[in-house]
């Protein structure tokens, strides 16, 4: 089902003289870890599988495979991220074999309802498809602009849960193509552009405007609850795609200034059973800004993002989606490749 590239990560295993190597996997890709893993211990090279939840690119295990005593860690199904590591780390993003232009041709009167320019958006797993969709919407008649993102992501047109910039073109709408509603929800919150997202696999084709008017509603109740908070409790996490220090730092001291109370709590995965011990009347997390929003359910107490804590200090008015941004991209930098190495190594 999805493209792996095992003999391309022996080739660079042996490049790197790497005997002993641990897979880590998102859930979806258990299987194909698994194939991995005995594809490589054929080739006479030690396989471990990690069995912790992983939750992208931005959580490498590179800390746990120096401690395993491993050479090298893969990181399957996510693309390469600028991050320091300690081991080197091969990013393998799992390609999907699915047509993309039959879902397109069966719901080509609902992408007209975007208008003639859309922007157009993808996960990693379809974004070698991404070119023929354009191809084919254009033979329809649209206009169609795929983003270069920023120096986060590696690809043209690709969007992760916390980062949307190759989304933010000049266009009337856009067109997410993938499975679920975590990116494209986010698509539609970071845009506030109409968004439509068409389920390769299914067919089906959703529009995110009901998802994105509940969401917001519940954001605004958040920040209403915490208003009378005096006590905070700021959650950055040590993992390193979402260790955002500085930036947790500037939400203490201007709480402070505030006349609130506020402390610092560092974790590496968050979730409110492990803050219940806490006495604060609040928390804003300054890690992955999904945190705050696809967990609410779980929290006793009102979590904040950054910007919603302005909006509560009242520093903002207008509602808007917390984002991890890179660097710009350079006009002449690589878009990303399949495989990729820690640049510092």
Known sequence: MYELHEREVLEKLRELNAKKVLIQTPEGLKREAQFLAEFLEKNCIESLISGDI??????????????????????????????????????????????VIKPLSKNLEEIKKLGKKIALVTTVQHIKNLNKAKEFLEKEGFKVHIGKGDGRVS??????????????????????????????????????????????????????????????????????????AEKFGIITSTKKGQLRLGEAK??????????????????????????????????VVVACPRVPIDDVENWRKPVLTPRELEILLGLREDYE??????????EDEPLGISLKLPKSL
């Open 155 to 228: 690809f043209s047109g690709q969007v992760l849960g916390c980062n949307f910039s190759a989304a933010k073109v000049e266009a009337d709408g856009v067109l997410f193509i993938g499975a679920g509603y975590f990116h494209p929800v986010g698509v539609a919150l970071a845009t506030k552009k109409p968004t439509l997202a068409i389920n390769p696999y299914s067919g089906d084709a959703i529009w995110m405007e009901r998802e994105v008017k509940k969401i917001i509603r519940k954001r605004w109740a958040q920040i209403a609850k915490a208003y009378d």
């Open 321 to 330: 989606f917390d984002e991890i941004l890179g660097a710009r991209r350079g």
């Open 54 to 99: 992983n939750y992208g690119a931005c959580d490498p295990a590179d800390k746990e495979a120096k401690m395993l005593g491993c050479d090298a860690l893969i990181h399957l199904g996510h693309s390469y991220m600028v991050l320091s590591l300690e081991v080197p780390t091969i990013f393998i993003p799992a390609f999907a074999r699915v047509d």
């Open 250 to 283: 500037k939400i203490v001291k201007l709480l402070r200034e505030h006349g609130k109370e506020a402390q610092l709590i560092v974790v590496n995965h968050i979730n409110y059973q492990a803050l219940e011990g806490f006495d604060f009347d609040a928390y």
